[in-house]
Each structure stands twice: as C-alpha cells, then as structure tokens.
C-alpha cells in the first residue's frame, strides 16, 4: 500500500496538530449552542471521529453519504445521495465537514439542500481544499490545508475504495491511476 504513494505531502502529525487548532476553534465558536456536525461520507470518517474528539462543547453528530467519484478521479457531476440525515437541519446551526473540497460540486449540492431545508446557519470545514479544481465557485468557511491539483489519498481519501486507511495524505504515483 504504501509503495504506491510517490510523496507524502502531510504527515500525520501535521494533520493531529491542525486538527487540535480546528477543534478549539470550534468549541470557542459554538459554546452553548449545540451545533449539529454533519460529515459527508465516507471520506469525512477519519476527520469527523478525530476533529469532533477535539471540541469541547456539545454537538450532536449525524452523517450524509453522497458519492461522485466511483471509480474515477475526475468527478462524474452526478451527486448521489446513498443515505440521508436522521435529523432535521430546520433551525440548527450546522457545520459540514469534509476531507476535500476539489471541484466543489459535492458540496454545492449539500449546501443548496440543507439551505432549503432552513438550516438557521451553515459553516463549511474541509480538511483539505483543491482551489484549482474547482468548477462552481465554492469557499469553505475554514480549510485545513491547501493542496495542489494532484489526486491525493489517505486519511478518508481513497482512489477506487482503497488507501483510506492510511494515516497521512499523499500523492498517488500515476501509474496507479492511469487508465482511470
Ligand atoms: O469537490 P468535489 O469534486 O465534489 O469532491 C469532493 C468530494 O469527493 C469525495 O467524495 P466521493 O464522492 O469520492 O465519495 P467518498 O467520500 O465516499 O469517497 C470527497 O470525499 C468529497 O466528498
Ligand atoms: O484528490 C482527491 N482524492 C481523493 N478523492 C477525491 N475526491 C475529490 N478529489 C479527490
Ligand atoms: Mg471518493
């Protein structure tokens, strides 16, 4: 598994020591209002369990799974919603969070729904944002860190389900990927 990454690009303890700094923003943000944290599967899985143990206010957690990707790493345009909140957004303070924003039509299409389901406020955490393969205009609230146009991978980022697992983010060697 790891043979197949040509560089790491953030180290795992580079992404603990920015995730500490998120947590903390959060808790002084949404002190006493009970925020309902959505993360966006299921690449969101290892940022929502690490980030949400770092904020010490109450929030209530819930979870989307919506996919574009399949099996390639161009995005296919077509958000699918695999599975639904439990709660209802109406009136909540929300905040979305999210492992990349790269083109930014997942998230336009969240936003735009949970909008119209009258969220009383909406903030937008990626861990990573990709402004250059944005192809919406799309900014999130606070981003982790900014990558380059690259496919990238680990820590919830996958290319066909794998390397998920891996604690840092890296960048795929290309003949991993080519033909994709
Ligand atoms: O800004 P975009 O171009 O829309 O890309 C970002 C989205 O794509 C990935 O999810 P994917 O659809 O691959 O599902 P997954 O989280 O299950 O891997 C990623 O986890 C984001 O949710
Ligand atoms: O660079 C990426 N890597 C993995 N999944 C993704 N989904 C959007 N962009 C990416
Ligand atoms: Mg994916």
């Known amino acids: 598994m790891h043979d197949d990454i040509q560089e790491i690009l953030i180290s795992e303890e ?12 959060v808790t002084q943000k949404y002190e006493g209002k009970f925020p309902l944290v959505i993360g966006v599967l299921k690449g ?5 369990a690490d980030v949400t143990r770092q904020i010490s206010t109450h929030v209530e957690i819930d979870f989307m799974d919506v996919s574009s990707y399949g099996k390639s790493t161009v995005s296919s345009g077509e ?14 303070d929300v905040i979305i969070l999210e492992d990349i924003i790269d083109s930014g039509l997942t998230l336009n299409y969240l936003v735009n729904l949970l909008k119209h389901r ?16 944005r192809k919406v205009e799309l900014v999130p609230d606070l981003a982790g860190f900014t990558v380059p146009d690259e496919f990238v991978v680990g820590y919830g980022l996958d290319f066909a389900e794998k390397y998920r697992n891996l604690p840092y983010i890296g960048i795929l060697k290309p003949e991993v990927y080519k033909g994709s």
């Open 79 to 92: 958000v699918k919603i695999i599975k639904d909140l439990d709660t209802t957004v109406e009136g909540r």
């Open 44 to 48: 969101a899985l290892p940022f929502m």
């Open 118 to 133: 009258g969220a009383n406020s909406l903030k937008i955490i990626t861990l990573l944002d990709k402004p250059e393969g």
């Open 14 to 25: 580079k992404l603990q020591e920015k995730i500490r700094d998120i947590g903390e923003h």
